[in-house]
């Protein structure tokens, strides 16, 4: 139903920061929630953020919290994850998903993107 595309990973030192793109196509773009999840070497995927589709609700991880900032505009089809203070412990994949309810469950999304390499070296 929508097709998602993320970008803007890369490679940064600890300390750094790098913000994620997620660009969307389909849908009117206000009608879904939009989250942001990740999945480290060796790990489950892990919930980072999520906002609503208005961006008026929004829920971080503890692991990010005070780091990360999700944001949206819905003028451009557009959600961004912006991620300060980057730690080795935040290098994952990082997936963009859109779905009906603003939560962390990933299992409520119904779109995912490809996915974006982040890796913070110490």
């Known amino acids: 139903q929508v097709l998602l595309v993320e970008s803007g990973g890369g490679l940064v030192q600890a300390g750094g920061s790098l913000r994620l793109s997620c660009a969307a196509s389909g849908r009117t773009f206000s009608e879904y929630s939009m989250g942001w999840f990740r999945r480290a070497p060796g790990k489950e995927r892990e919930f980072v953020s999520t906002?609503?589709?208005?961006?008026?609700?929004?829920y971080h991880a503890d692991s990010v919290k005070g780091r990360f900032t999700i944001s949206r505009d819905n003028a451009k089809n557009m959600v961004y994850l912006q991620m300060n203070s980057l730690k080795p412990e935040d290098t994952a994949v990082y997936y963009c998903?859109?779905?009906?309810?603003?939560?962390?469950?990933?299992?409520?999304?119904?779109?995912w993107g490809q996915g974006t390499q982040v890796t913070v070296s110490s």
């Open positions: 998903a859109a779905g009906r309810l603003t939560t962390l469950n990933p299992d409520l999304y119904d779109n």
């Open positions: 906002i609503s589709g208005s961006g008026g609700l929004i």
